[in-house]
């Protein structure tokens, strides 16, 4: 699947690699420390919102999920 920003989906590729590989290898065993896709993550999120703004996108009142960010308690 391509990323809302045509300039996003290489980065958005090399996240999902990154992410479906430490999930498989890592977490999935009971390895639960760490992130190596940190990084990755936030150049792919800072790209989004720059092409979210580029293409006029509306996104007010919308919540987002992310690195150190919680899941609000009435969302099911």
């Not at 999930?23 to 150049?43: H, M, Q, V, Y």
């Not at 790209?47 to 006029?56: F, G, L, M, P, T």
């Not at 009142?61 to 690195?67: A, D, K, N, R, S």
Request: net charge neutral.
């Amino acid at each position: 699947m391509n990323s809302v920003g045509e300039a996003c989906t290489d980065m958005k590729r090399k996240y999902d690699q990154c992410f479906n590989r430490w999930f498989a290898e890592k977490f999935l065993k009971g390895d639960g420390s760490g992130d190596p896709c940190t990084d990755l993550f936030k150049r792919y999120q800072q790209c989004i919102q720059k092409a979210i703004k580029e293409k006029e996108i509306p996104i007010e009142g919308l919540e987002f999920m992310g690195h150190g960010k919680e899941k609000p308690e009435n969302s099911s």
